[in-house]
């Protein structure tokens, strides 16, 4: 008798794929050898994606990371929760002993302080990441991650909150395209590297002094390369006007959780721009969209104000983890909505 299992692998992959449930795909596993060698894929290319809000099922997956050799290989993509307290001190105490079994991971994200860090065996993490998100909570002196960056040569993207300076040899990271930090990460890495989008994060600590503006004319090259920057308008020590005169003209700007207010003055200090990017309208709400009727004002506006913008994106809508944004172009609105990396691949 014929059933699903006889189906070619060639079909039964991209099935399997589109499951989405962890209960389904657990109930898959059972179901037979090749079944469940093709959900197990699926269910561990990810598996933070099923637990983020469950802290007990994560300490639970990383248990069963342990146990079993085979799964860890599957990953490909890990992200601690954001959680406290002993919990919290649970999943980092088994993180040192699991991280080194995925060899194959490609995303890595974990928020942690120093001491947190400081226990990773970074010498046996032989994985080559392309993304990678580092948030150290604390402001303590840690190179754990800095004698280990060297070591990823495939590494594409890179979210560094760290408010201390670093130090990194040129050669390291040479794939980079996308860079997220404060002003020290990005004062080390953006220099000397095909950098296309930064994330200049917000710095509450750091002081306008004579070393920053000194670095800021170093950085006056690199930045040249970008074709985007983004910024945090109302916390970020470093103002529009410092880097007007360093960006190219065919550099986009977004602007994340920005007041009207800090809109126009972005307009006014920067004017070459050609491209804005307007991700949240209101304090640092990621769930925010500026209704309709605000929203064509502000943006015929906008252009009325500017004689060199030629497209302005806004936030629309909002899916899940997809922001969906409205293009306007020479004070016009464009049909559809498109979400911001095809924004980005329009650019490049």
Not at 327 to 346: A, D, Q, V
Request: aromatic content about 8%; hydrophobic content about 40%.
């Amino acid at each position: 008798m014929k059933t699903v299992s006889n189906l070619p692998i060639e079909l039964l992959r991209p099935i399997i794929q589109q499951i989405e449930e962890a209960a389904t795909l657990a109930s898959v596993c059972l179901a037979s050898r090749l079944l469940g060698a093709e959900a197990q894929r699926v269910l561990y290319f990810s598996p933070t994606d099923f637990c983020l809000r469950r802290p007990n099922q994560h300490i639970r997956l990383l248990a069963c990371l342990l146990q079993h050799d085979r799964f860890p290989p599957l990953v490909k993509s890990y992200r601690i929760p954001a959680i406290a307290g002993p919990k919290k001190d649970a999943i980092w105490a088994r993180l040192p002993a699991v991280l080194p079994l995925m060899v194959n991971l490609k995303d890595l994200s974990l928020m942690g302080f120093s001491t947190d860090f400081n226990e990773l065996p970074m010498d046996k993490i032989i994985c080559q990441l392309e993304s990678l998100t580092w948030v150290q909570i604390d402001s303590q002196l840690s190179n754990v991650l800095s004698n280990w960056l060297p070591t990823q040569k495939a590494l594409r993207k890179l979210r560094w909150i760290y408010r201390r300076p670093v130090e990194i040899p040129p050669t390291a990271c040479p794939n980079l395209q996308t860079l997220e930090g404060c002003f020290h990460v990005i004062s080390t890495l953006l220099p000397g590297r095909n950098i296309k989008r930064l994330n200049w994060i917000a710095d509450p600590t750091l002081k306008m002094c004579s070393s920053v503006h000194s670095t800021l004319n170093i950085l006056s090259e690199p930045l040249q390369t970008l074709d985007l920057i983004s910024f945090d308008t109302q916390l970020n020590a470093i103002h529009y006007h410092s880097l007007a005169d360093h960006l190219p003209s065919k550099c986009a700007v977004e602007l994340n959780g920005g007041n009207i207010e800090s809109i126009y003055k972005t307009v006014l200090f920067l004017p070459n721009l050609r491209i804005l990017i307007l991700s949240t309208q209101n304090g640092y709400s990621d769930d925010f969209v500026l209704p309709d009727e605000q929203r064509q004002p502000l943006i015929q506006d906008l252009f009325a104000k500017s004689s060199t913008l030629v497209q302005v994106y806004v936030v629309a809508k909002l899916s899940g983890p997809n922001t969906f944004y409205e293009c306007w172009e020479n004070g016009s609105k464009r049909e559809g909505l498109i979400p911001l990396k095809y924004i980005l691949e329009r650019r490049g």
